[in-house]
C-alpha cells in the first residue's frame, strides 16, 4: 500500500468501526471533517492545509469569544425591545416610536432606564405628562418596568463586552492590522471581526509572499491570484454560479457574518454623499461605486465594491506587514 492511501483507508476503517456503533448523522459529519486533516488530498502544492487553517492564540480566541457574546447579547436585546414597544404603545404611546439606541457614555438606553427605575428626567416626564395615555387613566404597569430593567441589564452587559473588545483587539501585536484598519475607517464590528477571521494573516502567504499562478485557458496565459481568493473567501466573498435554463445566478457562499457587516459598513460609509470625510481608499471606492450605479443596478453595485475594498484591503496588508518585517 502506498503511503498516500494510508490517511484514506485509516480514515475509512474509522467510519467503519464508528457507523456501527448507531451515532447520529452529525456526529459522522463531525468525524469526516476532523478525519480530513490526515488525508493528504487536502494539502496544496506548498504542503499547506487547503481549508483548515487552525491557529492556537489565546488573545485571538478571547477576541472571538467576546464578540460573539457580544452579538448574541444583541440579538436577545432586539426581541426584547420589540416587545417593550408594543406594551409602549398602549402604554406610552409617544415613546413607543422613539429612537432606543445605547448610550455610549452611560451604557443603557436613557428612555428604557427611567422606565425600568422611574428615574427622575425633566425630558421623559414631562413627555409623559403630555401623553394620551395618563389622560384615559392607562398608566405603565409593572411587567412594563420589569420588562425595562431586564433590557438595562442586558445593555450594561453590552456595553461592558464592548469595552472588553475595545481592549482586547488595541493589544501591540494587533497594531499592524490595525494600521491598515484605521486606512480605511473600519469601526469596532468590523475591524473585530476581521481580525480573528484574518489573523495571522501570514496563513493567506507562501514564503512571506502572494501565490500567484498562471494558468492557460483558451489559448492564453490568465492569471490566478491563489492568496487573495482565499483572503476574500475568508471574508464571505467565495460565491459559485448556478445555471437553469438561460437563467444564471450567483451563490455566495462562506462567512456570512462578515459579509454581511461588511456590506453594510459599505452602505453607511460609501454610499453616503453628505456628512462624512473621505480619505484616499474611502474616496476612491466611493468613488467607483458612484461609477458602478450608473450602470448597475440594485445590490450588485456594492456586491462589486466589497471585492474591490478586499483587493484594497489585501494588498495593503502586505505592503504593511512587509514594512514592519
Known sequence: MSKRNKPRTRVR?????????NYSLKEEDALCLAASYFDDRFIDIHGQ????NLTANDAITRIRELFNSKEQLQKIRTGLIAQLRQRLSYEFPEAARQSMKINSARGYT???????????????????????????????STYTRKHAALIVGLETRISETLSQIATAIAMPEFDTYNAVFDRFGFGLNVRTLL??????????????KPWVEYERSKG????????????????????S?????????RSFHGNGIMR?????????????TKNIKHNELTQQLSD????????????DALTRILFKLTRMLFYELVKEINQVK
Do not use: M
Open 49 to 52: 492545509k487547503r481549508f483548515l
Open 288 to 299: 467607483r461605486y458612484r461609477s458602478l450605479r450608473k450602470s448597475v443596478k440594485g445590490k
Open 220 to 239: 492564453k496565459l490568465q492569471k490566478r491570484d491563489r492568496s487573495l481568493r482565499k483572503f476574500q473567501a475568508f471574508c464571505g466573498l467565495s460565491f
Open 110 to 140: 436613557p428612555i428604557i432606564y427611567w422606565l425600568a427605575f422611574k428615574h427622575k428626567d425633566a425630558r421623559y416626564d414631562n413627555k409623559y405628562k403630555l401623553s394620551i395615555a395618563p389622560e384615559l387613566g392607562i398608566k405603565i
Open 241 to 249: 454560479y448556478k445555471q437553469s435554463g438561460d437563467k444564471v445566478t
Open 195 to 208: 481580525l480573528f477571521n484574518l489573523f495571522p494573516f501570514e496563513k493567506f502567504l507562501v514564503a512571506e
Open 260 to 272: 454581511s457587516h461588511l456590506y453594510i459598513w459599505a452602505v453607511c460609509v460609501l454610499s453616503r
Open 13 to 21: 476503517t474509522v467510519l467503519k468501526s464508528f457507523t456501527s456503533q
